[in-house]
């Protein structure tokens, strides 16, 4: 018998309307452009937020796509709520359900699926260059660009990718940015960020990132310089997290793209 994918499972009656499950963790980590993405398009979404004491779903089989949201916890966690994302992620690869993962979100994509996280020597906090791979799969999930500037806000990260994955991005502080397997995307930067929700970090940022900023002045910036970063590469982010989004909605199952549009 064949590999069985979410194409060839029924959708009965009953089924919800949502197309798309969003994990959210923490309250402060919002879907926040994702969210602002998907209400454009068109697509309906369900959202679950583990600390406002909403349980995940026992399974993601009734769904076309996942999103895994960061937060500040460590995917090393003992927390139910992260198993049982970890255990919704190795759901939606077993059958083909495309998975994209943001900091955290990519953390736990890792896990799940054989790979390694842990505490890096260099913690990211502001608006950095990464490298962009060259491979098919980097472009198709990145662009053409060699490098992009993107949000960090992490001191973990996946050390060690899953069988098979491969890496598409990279960073001085952080070897493995973002890495492609399957239909699914694991990003250790937040191309979900808005301006507010800078904002609302900055203004409950925790006793962490004083110190940070202290040690890492390379690679944390500090709110001023972050703010005018954020003026200045807010626009571009959004064009790769547009960008970013197509390429994973266009895995989805059943989903047809226009002609013009994102390889499938």
């Not at 994955?165 to 492609?180: D, G, K, R, V």
């Not at 200045?232 to 895995?251: M, P």
Request: hydrophobic share 40%.
């Amino acid at each position: 018998m064949g590999r069985m994918t979410a194409a060839d499972l029924p959708f009965p009656d009953d089924a919800p309307a949502a197309e798309v499950l969003v994990l959210q963790h923490t309250r402060e980590d919002t879907p926040a452009y994702l969210g602002e993405w998907l209400d454009r398009q068109g697509v309906r979404w369900d959202l679950r937020c583990a600390e406002a004491g909403e349980p995940y779903p026992a399974s993601v089989a009734r769904y076309r796509a996942l999103a895994v949201l960061g937060g500040e916890w460590s995917a090393n966690d003992e927390r139910p709520s992260l198993r049982q994302a970890e255990a919704l992620i190795r759901e939606a690869d077993a059958l083909g359900i495309p998975v994209i993962g943001h900091c955290l979100g990519g953390q736990l994509m890792a896990r799940a699926l054989g790979g390694r996280v842990q505490t890096l020597p260099q913690p990211e906090i502001g608006w950095l260059p990464v490298q962009v791979g060259r491979s098919e799969a980097a472009r198709r999930w990145l662009g053409d660009g060699p490098t992009a500037t993107v949000y960090q806000w992490h001191s973990d990260s996946f050390v060690q990718l899953p069988p098979q994955a491969e890496l598409i991005a990279a960073s001085p502080a952080c070897p493995h940015q973002a890495f492609a397997i399957g239909p699914h995307l694991a990003m250790q930067f937040h191309i979900e960020i808005t301006p507010a929700k800078i904002d609302a970090w900055l203004g409950h940022p925790g006793t962490v990132y004083p110190q940070a900023m202290a040690r890492h002045p390379d690679s944390v910036q500090d709110p001023d310089t972050m703010r005018a970063a954020t003026r200045q590469h807010q626009t571009g982010s959004e064009a790769l997290a547009d960008h970013i989004y197509s390429a994973w909605r266009a895995r989805w199952p059943g989903h047809r793209a226009p002609s013009q549009g994102l390889p499938p």
